[in-house]
């Protein structure tokens, strides 16, 4: 297992270099970079106090300067001289190849430079924001298993019966609510919108939470959680509870489980100590792609409505201002979190199924 758990790792750095790779080049040929966008900042300023100059000395037409030819739309009324210095700033002086090996050596050692427009490291602001981010994806992704896996079971058990048939209608009625709308229910009925004040509506804890004790600084975060978290995880529940259904019911119907019930074995011991082991292998595969769509793609609509600021509101405000730094930095921090928990889901595997050797297959 150990020599398994090696290769693994080593195999993070060529699929780490990889995703890296194909993103650089992609928004590297997007058009819109940080040096347009300071451009167009500058620009707008310019002509706006251009503007207020013309209105104040009798409202007369007045241009913006030349700059002569230039390679960035908009940089017309600039120095030359200043287009350079702003190249120079982002650090698009430097060749295509040059840039992506700097990347590259810089991220190998977690140095992620610092934001273009915020001005802070970059893992700075990863750190600040990563616990919200955490928390979203954590709890809603402990309520979806721990509601979800002892319902499908009860289903697989039941099936065909009414209650079967009224829970599959309850979670695919909560699956077909999209999430943000129900945000905005949960809002209305519940953060003072339009009925009751019982949650806040802003933040991951309260302003004065340094002054509170342990027990109700605990209280306060979870408080906080129970709407965001809420939004986050009705849509989750139907994909778990029918794929944990199906499998067990697939499961039941297998030989050994006749076998079993033929030596006098209880339906509970066989439920438990034969079906789950076996059934439970196909939902722990699923637990990374669950965890990081609810981690970052999920919670993005959820931390704007809820204000909370979260790495994926961090990384759809820096896709918007092309802030590479920002935008690179939080895909390695997503995609190095997925491979790993992907590592952890596999070793799950052997405390669930014993059977299962990973060194084995490697050979």
Do not use: C
């Amino acid at each position: 297992m150990t020599s398994y758990i090696i290769r693994r790792l080593l195999f993070m750095i060529p699929t780490l270099i990889g995703i890296m790779t194909v993103n650089f080049l992609i928004i590297q040929a997007a058009p819109g970079g940080p040096v347009e966008q300071m451009i167009t900042r500058l620009e707008k300023t310019e002509v706006g106090a251009l503007s207020r100059v013309g209105a104040g000395s009798g409202g007369g037409e007045v241009s913006a300067p030349s700059s002569g030819d230039s390679t960035y739309r908009g940089a017309q009324g600039l120095d030359p001289e200043l287009i350079k210095d702003i190249k120079k700033l982002y650090g698009f002086d430097k060749p295509l190849w040059k840039r992506y090996l700097m990347m590259l050596g810089n991220y190998a050692r977690f140095d992620f430079g610092e934001s273009f427009f915020r001005g802070r490291p970059v893992t700075q602001l990863i750190i600040e924001r990563l616990p919200v981010s955490i928390s979203l994806g954590l709890w809603s992704t402990l309520i979806i298993y721990l509601i979800s896996i002892p319902l499908g079971i009860s289903k697989a058990v039941r099936h065909g019966s009414k209650f079967d048939i009224w829970t599959s209608f309850a979670v695919v009625v909560g699956y077909a609510i999209p999430g943000f709308l129900f945000a905005i229910l949960l809002v209305v009925l519940f953060a003072g919108g339009s009925y009751f004040k019982i949650f806040p509506l802003r933040g991951l804890v309260s302003t004065n939470w340094d002054d509170l004790s342990l027990v109700w600084q605990v209280l306060d975060y979870l408080w906080h959680m129970v709407l965001p978290v809420t939004a986050l995880s009705i849509g989750g529940f139907a994909t778990l509870t029918m794929l944990t259904k199906n499998s067990f019911l697939d499961e039941i119907n297998k030989l050994y489980v006749v076998t079993a019930r033929a030596k006098g074995l209880t339906e509970r011991k066989i439920l438990y100590g034969h079906v789950f082991r076996n059934a439970m292998l196909i939902i722990i595969a699923g637990f990374p792609a669950a965890f990081i769509s609810l981690f970052f793609a999920g919670s993005l609509i959820i931390e704007v409505i809820f204000s909370l600021n979260g790495l994926g509101l961090l990384g759809f405000e820096s896709t918007l201002q092309r802030d590479y730094p920002v935008l690179f930095g939080s895909l390695y921090i997503f995609s190095l979190i997925g491979l790993v928990i992907k590592l952890i889901s596999d070793l799950t595997y052997t405390l669930v199924d014993p059977r299962i050797d990973f060194e084995a297959r490697g050979k």
